[in-house]
């Protein structure tokens, strides 16, 4: 039977230990207007595992380039979406916009009013408008005018003054509770990967040989004994286990919660 690395193997290996190579991961891709024309960009940040639950979502500007500019807007989503009128999942998109020079403001998206999906900040509206009844926001979110009773709830933004932004999202971070080994017809190792799960969040699977390493999403089975034939999973906010065959000797795997689009 072919060795996997002891982090791998040993069920002793402390918590702390195996949040050094398991890490939750946002991948997927956003939308913007840039010069009046739709834009997409690939999204692809580890999130961070703060002790109280916090997930922090890193994005880098390059990557962004509508962020480059003042009144630059990106609004991205973490579950399905059932159009503007509301999130699928328990998390409506983060709406994210540069305001004079090195300020960035990052935005709950859900309007106060009757809690439908806020657009990303229009520059020449000077405002973020709800299109269920026409509120409208501020670039930091401050209530402007309509029904909505009170302003939009923001989030917490760092910014390393070159490219990298951090935003602190309540409730987003989670971990493998899990992670056991399994053998398969005897000449096959396999591992599972337990983890919790938020309704309709989308996951994947990475793996890289190093830490440091490039990822590469790997296929998975979602029975001990079945076919690693599934690149995501659709989830209902129960946890679950993935099963995964061993890609070589060592290597690291992270369970990864999608980003999808958000016009």
């Known amino acids: 039977?072919?060795?996997?690395?002891?982090?791998?193997?040993?069920?002793?290996?402390?918590?702390?230990?195996?949040?050094?190579?398991?890490?939750?991961?946002?991948?997927?891709?956003?939308?913007?207007?840039?010069?009046g024309q739709p834009w997409r960009a690939r999204l692809l940040a580890e999130v961070g595992q703060p002790?109280?639950?916090?997930?922090?979502?890193?994005?880098?500007?390059?990557?962004?380039?509508?962020?480059?500019?003042?009144?630059?807007?990106?609004?991205?989503a973490l579950n399905l979406l059932f159009g503007d009128g509301?999130?699928?999942?328990?998390?409506?998109?983060?709406?994210?916009?540069?305001?004079?020079?090195?300020?960035?403001?990052?935005?709950n998206t859900r309007c106060p009013h009757e809690g439908c999906i806020v657009g990303p900040y229009i520059s020449s509206e000077a405002a973020m408008i709800c299109p269920c009844h026409n509120s409208r926001f501020g670039p930091d979110g401050t209530r402007l005018s309509g029904p909505a009773p009170v302003s939009l709830n923001s989030y917490p933004v760092t910014y390393d003054g070159a490219n990298l932004l951090c935003v602190t999202i309540p409730g987003l971070a989670f971990q493998v509770n899990s992670l056991s080994v399994h053998s398969v017809n005897g000449d096959t190792v396999r591992?599972?990967?337990?983890?919790?799960t938020i309704n309709y969040g989308t996951y994947e699977v990475h793996y890289r040989e190093h830490t440091d390493g490039p990822r590469q999403a790997v296929a998975?089975?979602?029975?001990?004994?079945?076919?690693?034939d599934r690149t995501t999973l659709l989830a209902n906010g129960t946890e679950k286990t993935v099963y995964v065959d061993s890609t070589s000797a060592t290597g690291f795997?992270?369970?990864?919660?999608?980003v999808i689009e958000s016009n």
């Open 1 to 35: 039977m072919p060795k996997l690395p002891a982090q791998h193997m040993t069920p002793s290996v402390p918590p702390a230990s195996r949040r050094q190579f398991i890490k939750t991961f946002a991948l997927g891709s956003a939308s913007a207007l840039l010069a």
């Open 51 to 76: 002790e109280n639950g916090d997930g922090i979502l890193p994005v880098y500007l390059n990557e962004f380039p509508v962020l480059q500019n003042e009144g630059g807007s990106v609004r991205l």
């Open 86 to 107: 509301g999130p699928a999942g328990p998390f409506y998109p983060v709406a994210i916009t540069r305001g004079a020079g090195d300020t960035f403001y990052a935005l």
């Open 191 to 196: 591992l599972a990967l337990t983890f919790p």
């Open 220 to 228: 998975f089975a979602i029975t001990p004994a079945g076919p690693p």
């Open 253 to 258: 795997y992270s369970v990864g919660l999608k």
